[in-house]
């Protein structure tokens, strides 16, 4: 079942220098997540055209470095202005990418257009260098530059393009790089429609190169001499295998991976609210494919049965389905490999002594032939367990009690991950000690909303290295020199 968008999609194309070439070494078949069928033909980059991509970024960096920084701005302006311009374009490109729903297609344009246009605002307000010593006893005047790095090499996974384009492109051409980008073959559209926009905006050809495919793309442009850092959202497993990469010529690299964050729900928490914020980010908005999400849930027993009916019950509210429908707060996951892998995860966990309170099938009926999975609840995991030590990346939640304070940071601190951690608790000075504690690159506490574009957000241990947003984000793009002048 699909109900149509009635926009008109541009056909997913390669984007190298001023070319826009609809052939690639081959064709990938679009899969729409609603339907099971095919809704789009993807070209996939050939090595050849990874290489010449780069070539191109290289020729346009010394001029896109050397224009005015205003002017600099004023295109990243424009092109945040066209995003938001283009809501509805580039949520129906969502929506047909991923099968996200229409209201979280929606709210991601929003977001995108902040990031976008906070880089924009940086660009001519770099801070590009300090003076470290002005002559005097040690006779040298020393100042350091900060400069950028020239071609970046970007690898963006498949459950928000969007969010990670306005996540990496303003940054790194705020400070003055180019990029190539190689998106995910399981959504083209929403790359295509953003390479057309950012044209429109005046930025340059070779500036924004566009180059889909699969691993072998990604990592020819790892690779590639001329690309001089890797920023690089997925999996740990990948990341793996481009860390080794870079490791040769020891390029610098920015990892945004996976996680599977701790939530923190104490007896003295406003339990209503926090069960709500639970179902919607675990279940809702993108069907538990996200990186950040609350994924493991842990409750301190006084409240523990209490509060999984609240979740479970919350849950039950949202509609799921067609992701074009204008109330759907569930849509798919994005294909059949990921049914596969709830299923396999689901039933080890449950093998482990898990509890399964409510979903645990994929969903039939009228939404046999799309990739559709219930709200899946495990309650009593074990804290070593595979669910709890393993990202699912589809709506499963893995529930857990503890004792109090100690007990709950043991378990929460318990995996190889650190990406977030949420806190729900009436006690601000626990919300501080546990904020200080916890081992991850960020904090919520009682449903606060960190990812916003003026604040850094990145994890540490398997959730990857670096930062994407605010002032650190920016610094991600530039290397820095010392220059030291005699003065005598
Ligand atoms: P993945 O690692 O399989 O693929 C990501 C990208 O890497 C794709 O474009 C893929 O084609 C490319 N790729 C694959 N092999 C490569 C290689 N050898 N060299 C270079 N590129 C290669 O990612 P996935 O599993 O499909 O994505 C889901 C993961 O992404 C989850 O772990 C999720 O948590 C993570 N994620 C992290 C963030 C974040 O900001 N921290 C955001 C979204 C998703």
Known sequence: MSIETGIQLPAPSLRIGAQELLDGESTHEHIDPATGKVNGLVPMASTAQVDQ???????????????????????????????????ELLAAAGMADNGAPRITAGNMVGAAVEWTRYYAGWADKLPLGRITSNGGAGGSFGHTLRQPYGVIGAIITWNAPLMSLAMKVPAALAAGNTVVIKPSELTPFTPTVFADLAREAGIPDGVINIVPGGPAAGA????????????????????????????????PMILELGGKSANLVFEDADLDKAAGHAAFFSFGMMSGQACALPTRLLVQESV???????????????????????????????????????????????????????GGQRLGGELAEGFYYPPTIVADVDPNGSLAQNEVFGPVLAVIPFRDEAHALQIANGTDYGLSGYIWTSDLGRGLRLAESMETGEIAVNGAFNATAERPFGGIGHSGIGNEGGLEGLEEFFWTKSVGIATR
Request: charged share 20%; proline share 4%.
């Open 220 to 251: 020819a442009l790892v690779e590639h001499r001329l690309v001089k850092k890797v920023t690089f959202t997925g999996g740990p497993a990948t990341a793996q295998a481009i860390a080794a990469s870079c490791a040769k010529t020891f390029k």
């Open 304 to 358: 523990y049965e209490q509060f999984i009916e609240k979740v479970a019950a919350a849950a039950a509210q949202f509609p799921i389905g067609d992701p074009a429908g204008e109330y759907t707060m569930c849509g798919p996951v994005i294909n059949q490999a990921a049914i596969d892998r709830i299923d396999s995860m689901l039933g080890a966990a449950l093998e482990e002594g898990g509890r399964l309170v409510t």
């Open 53 to 87: 991509a780069v070539q191109a970024a290289h020729e346009a960096f010394l001029a896109w470095r050397a224009l005015p920084a205003g002017q600099r701005a004023r295109k990243l302006m424009k092109l945040a202005e066209l995003m938001e311009e283009n809501t």
